[in-house]
């Protein structure tokens, strides 16, 4: 089996898919080291299963090999679907605010002051005999307004946790006023396992790597536990 070597680039577009992959074996040119200068062996190569993993001195951890969606634009995905959410929500609490209309000649100061009072919450109004309420007032009715606010927390709530499943974090699979049992609230575990599992494999297959070179027994586990008690 050939491993290859994918070099990492933080600098993603949103049209790319991180498939920067060459066929050759990593030394230690390919490494960002964050250890000081002399504690660095002078020349290392990576451990592969070309020469049955008879040399070498490092694996590589790669993230989600079987992804071509790399976790920058989902990210960069969700972020932008919760600016949407955020901006609807900001517009809704703005339209709440206008909620009287007044008809009047343009630059009529007593309409002005008028105004002025009841946006303060003035407990009295000035207004002229002449000023009749129904003919110069007209108030916007929005009964839904309470709701829709509800509904958007809720779809705010719900992107977050579609996004914390697909990093194999567990959420509530359900939400009820009357609150949600065991069975429930772990609905979605086989979903959260498989893709955990996405991030487990290439961790584990470099374990592997590193167990074959050196004779060690270096396992991948999850720090929660799945279903049946399991880890």
Known sequence: MHIRFSKNDN???????????????????????????????????????????SSGSFTIIRNKDLWLVNDYDIIRHY?????EIVASRFSLII??????????????????QMIANLYN???????????????????????N???????LKTEYQNKI????TLFGVNVLAVSKESGVTESESNGNLS?????????????????????KRFET????????KLDNGGE
């Open 217 to 224: 027994d270096y396992k991948v586990l999850p720090n929660f």
């Open 145 to 151: 307004l309470a709701q829709n606010l509800q509904e």
């Open 11 to 53: 600098a993603l577009t949103n049209n790319s898919i991180d498939l920067s992959l060459s066929d050759r074996i990593a030394t230690s040119k390919d490494i960002q080291y964050i250890i000081p200068e002399n504690l660095i062996l002078p020349a290392q190569t990576e451990i592969t299963e070309l020469d049955n993993c």
């Open 79 to 83: 972020a932008d679907e919760l600016a």
């Open 95 to 112: 339209q709440s605010k206008v909620m009287t209309v007044f008809y009047g000649e343009i630059g009529n100061e007593s309409m002005e």
């Open 121 to 143: 919450g003035s407990p009295v109004l000035k207004a002229s005999k002449l000023f009749d309420v129904e003919d110069n007032m007209f108030t916007i009715e929005n009964p």
């Open 161 to 164: 946790a579609e996004l914390n």
């Open 191 to 211: 979903y959260v396992k498989t893709n955990l599992n996405t991030y487990l494999r290439p961790r584990q297959k470099a374990m592997e790597l590193y167990n």
